[in-house]
């Protein structure tokens, strides 16, 4: 079994954003994009690929898209101004990518740009932890705070899981 970069077997809670960090709050809730949120805090923009293969469902992960036998993991690096800022590790169940055919292989396409422009799709509530992020490739070391959420495109399901890099302490809170 092919494993991710990064385990995000933590634990879990619904998002409140009273208790969250006031600087990641507004990041943390985002209920669109995003993408589309950073691109707007950022002059460049770009998504590295790390990772996008066949892979068992982790245990930990079953509840929430249960009956998934076979998924995509694509986890990514989404980049502002060359600063890395997000890690993202979405998990793409085989019947959602066979219906929807393009999230087969997005490579440095956003994931955003494709879902969020899709008719029928519903985001589930946002969790947070906080959790250990070690990516030595990229000099990164540091407790970080995530989110996740189930989406459903018309009733196909997918995950998404976004850890906050301590990059984005240094990204301007005004859009551009
Ligand atoms: C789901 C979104 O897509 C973003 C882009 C991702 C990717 O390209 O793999 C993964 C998670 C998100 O940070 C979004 O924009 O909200």
């Known amino acids: 079994m092919n494993t991710p970069f990064i385990s995000l077997d933590a634990s879990w809670r619904e ?3 009273q208790t969250l960090p006031p600087q990641l709050a507004p990041w943390i809730s985002e209920p669109a994009s995003l993408t589309a949120r950073l691109k707007r805090h950022c002059r460049q923009f770009r998504v590295q690929l790390l990772n996008e293969q066949q892979s068992e469902l982790p245990a930990f992960l079953q509840h929430l898209l249960p009956d998934t036998a076979a998924a995509q993991l694509r986890e990514v690096i989404l980049w ?14 085989q019947q959602t990518v066979t219906v929807l055919r393009p999230l087969a292989d997005l490579g440095e396409r956003p994931l955003g740009d494709y879902i969020f422009q899709q008719p029928g799709l519903h985001r589930g509530i946002i969790e947070t932890t906080q ?3 070690a990516l030595p490739q990229l000099s990164v070391a540091a407790r970080c705070h995530a989110r996740r959420s189930v989406f459903t495109l018309d009733g196909l399901p997918l995950l998404v899981a976004e ?3 301590p990059a984005m302490a240094l990204l301007d809170d005004t859009p551009l």
Do not use: K, R
């Not at 502002?80 to 169940?93: E, F, I």
């Open 131 to 133: 959790l250990d992020i």
């Open 80 to 93: 502002c101004n060359d600063m890395p800022c997000v890690y993202a590790q979405s998990w793409l169940p």
């Open 15 to 17: 998002a409140n954003v």
């Open 163 to 165: 850890a906050f890099l």
